[in-house]
C-alpha cells in the first residue's frame, strides 16, 4: 500500500531557529503539494511542484520560507527564521496530474509544528 | 475562476441513519471532485475522487458521491451512519491547464453522530 511520508511528526523549536520538514512522495506520482492547516485558516495550499519544478508557491510566505525538491523521492519545506504564528500542521501531498486532470491526490500524516 | 462551497459546517445525525453533507462548486471546464475525511488529530484521507468516468462515485467506507453538472453538485452520502463516521469532512475541487493547476479545499463539515 503506497504511502505519503512525512518527518518529523512533531517538532518543538524557538522562535528564529531553523525548521525543516521532509515528505517522501508515492513513486510515480508526478505532483507534490505542501499545505498547512491552522484552526483559524483552515488548510492552505503553500506550493506544489509538477515534475519536480515549483509551478506555484504563491500561498507560501517568500521571505521566510523555502520549498524544494532535490530529488524525485524527497520533497522539503523550510522555515527559517521560524515564528510563533508558523505554529501549523504542515501536509504534503503527493498527486497524479495527467493533461486537464489531477486524477488522485493523497496526503501524509503531517508535521505539527510548535514555535515557542 | 473556481470555487467551491460546502453549505453546512456541521451536520449531526443518529447512528443507523443517513448521512447528507453538501457540496456545490464553480468551475467553467469538467473539474476533478474529491471529498476527503479527517479524523480528530490525524491527516487527510481520500474518501472517494470523481475524475471523469460515472457520475456516481463509490469510495471507501460505504460512503458515495453523484456528480450533477446541471446542479454543479457533488454530494456525499451514506444509508446508514457509524460512531466511526464522526470526523470532518472536506470538499475538493481541481481544475489544471498545461502545467499550471488549482485546487480549492471547501472549508470542512463537521459530522457528529449521535447514539
Known amino acids: 500500500d503506497a504511502r505519503v511520508t512525512q518527518t518529523p511528526r512533531d517538532k518543538v523549536t524557538e522562535m528564529g531557529q531553523e525548521v525543516t520538514m521532509r515528505c517522501q512522495p508515492i513513486?510515480?506520482?508526478?505532483?507534490v503539494f505542501w499545505y498547512r492547516q491552522t484552526m483559524m485558516q483552515g488548510l492552505e495550499l503553500l506550493a506544489y511542484?509538477?515534475?519536480?519544478?515549483?509551478?506555484?508557491d504563491s500561498g507560501m510566505p517568500k521571505d521566510r520560507f523555502s520549498a524544494e525538491m532535490p530529488d524525485a523521492t524527497l520533497a522539503t519545506l523550510k522555515i527559517q527564521p521560524s515564528e510563533p504564528r508558523d505554529s501549523a500542521v504542515y501536509f504534503c501531498?503527493?498527486?497524479?496530474?495527467?493533461?486537464?486532470?489531477?486524477?488522485?491526490?493523497?496526503f501524509g500524516p503531517g508535521t505539527r509544528l510548535l514555535v515557542l | 475562476a473556481q470555487s467551491v462551497t460546502q453549505l453546512d459546517s456541521h451536520v449531526s445525525v443518529s447512528e443507523g441513519t443517513p448521512v447528507l453533507l453538501r457540496c456545490n462548486y464553480s468551475?467553467?471546464?469538467?473539474?476533478?471532485l474529491f471529498w476527503y475525511v479527517q479524523h480528530p488529530n490525524k491527516g487527510l484521507q481520500l474518501l472517494l475522487k470523481?475524475?471523469?468516468?460515472?457520475?456516481l462515485v463509490k469510495g471507501i467506507n460505504g460512503f458515495e458521491a453523484e456528480f450533477k453538472k446541471s446542479e454543479t453538485s457533488f454530494h456525499l452520502t451514506k444509508p446508514s451512519a457509524h460512531m466511526s463516521d464522526a470526523a470532518e469532512y472536506f470538499c475538493?475541487?481541481?481544475?489544471?491547464?498545461?502545467?499550471?493547476?488549482?485546487?480549492?479545499f471547501g472549508k470542512g463539515t463537521k459530522l457528529s453522530v449521535k447514539p
Open positions: 501531498a503527493s498527486g497524479l496530474v495527467r493533461g486537464y486532470r489531477l486524477e488522485t491526490q493523497y
Open positions: 513513486l510515480g506520482h508526478n505532483t
Open positions: 511542484f509538477r515534475n519536480r519544478a515549483p509551478l506555484d
Open positions: 468551475s467553467s471546464y469538467s473539474p476533478s
Open positions: 470523481y475524475t471523469s468516468a460515472a457520475t
Open positions: 475538493v475541487v481541481s481544475l489544471w491547464g498545461g502545467s499550471q493547476g488549482n485546487l480549492i
